[in-house]
T-cell receptor, first 111, second 116 residues
Framework: GQNIDQPTEMTATEGAIVQINCTYQTSGFNGLFWYQQHAGEAPTFLSYNVLDGLEEKGRFSSFLSRSKGYSYLLLKELQMKDSASYLCAVRVDSGTYKYIFGTGTRLKVLA | NAGVTQTPKFRVLKTGQSMTLLCAQDMNHEYMYWYRQDPGMGLRLIHYSVGEGTTAKGEVPDGYNVSRLKKQNFLLGLESAAPSQTSVYFC???????????????FGSGTQLSVL
């Protein structure tokens, strides 16, 4: 089976740091992805991890531990525009590139 | 560069009616996907295609059919719509394996479908 878990909602203050966790149990693993989705809009790509460790991209960083089936997305210097849902996804098949998504974490950034 | 375009953006159907959702991409992508997104359920894969003329079932394929007659287009059909198919539908595409830039999915803007 395929199971990807994320917290449903998180709240943080503008300027702060927030960490969104994702745990997965999937039949295959070929990469862990994070997408951002603003209300009423399409998801947009944020980051991609295929090897263990931290990938940094500006204010956003993503970490992966394959042995623990665990990833997190770290958002620094939060801005109001970061209020959105954050979707964790696993590519489960290297041949057909099937992606399985978690239910998403809705982040509210307060002034 | 339009990217991934979905039509229509909104549609209301009566139970039993049929319709086709069109997804078109202009990035010469090999892989295309149809997802549905429901509150509390996240994105669920309906069908996908790894190339022109090929399709495969995803997690929730029942009640849907797809076709990929041209590389740039991926059609999702509902033969007899049911209220349980009320959802937001997203199409996505990605390029061939190789370049890191091809690893990400590009999404269309979505279709809000209501079945009464």
């Amino acid at each position: 089976g395929q199971n990807i878990d994320q917290p449903t909602e998180m709240t943080a203050t503008e300027g702060a740091i927030v960490q969104i966790n994702c745990t997965y149990q999937t039949s295959g693993f070929n990469g862990l992805f994070w997408y951002q989705q603003h209300a009423g809009e399409a998801p947009t790509f944020l980051s991609y991890n295929v090897l263990d460790g931290l990938e940094e991209k500006g204010r956003f960083s993503s970490f992966l531990s394959r042995s623990k089936g665990y990833s997190y997305l770290l958002l620094k210097e939060l801005q109001m525009k970061d209020s959105a849902s954050y979707l964790c996804a696993v590519r489960v098949d290297s041949g057909t590139y099937k992606y399985i998504f978690g239910t998403g974490t809705r982040l509210k950034v307060l002034a | 560069n339009a990217g991934v375009t979905q039509t229509p953006k909104f549609r209301v159907l009566k139970t039993g009616q049929s319709m086709t959702l069109l997804c078109a991409q202009d990035m010469n992508h090999e892989y295309m996907y149809w997802y549905r997104q429901d509150p509390g359920m996240g994105l669920r894969l309906i069908h996908y295609s790894v190339g022109e003329g090929t399709t495969a079932k995803g997690e929730v394929p029942d009640g849907y059919n797809v076709s990929r007659l041209k590389k740039q287009n991926f059609l999702l059909g509902l033969e007899s719509a049911a209220p349980s198919q009320t959802s937001v539908y997203f199409c996505a595409s990605r390029g061939r394996r190789g370049a890191p830039a091809n690893e990400k999915l590009f999404f269309g803007s979505g279709t809000q479908l209501s079945v009464l």
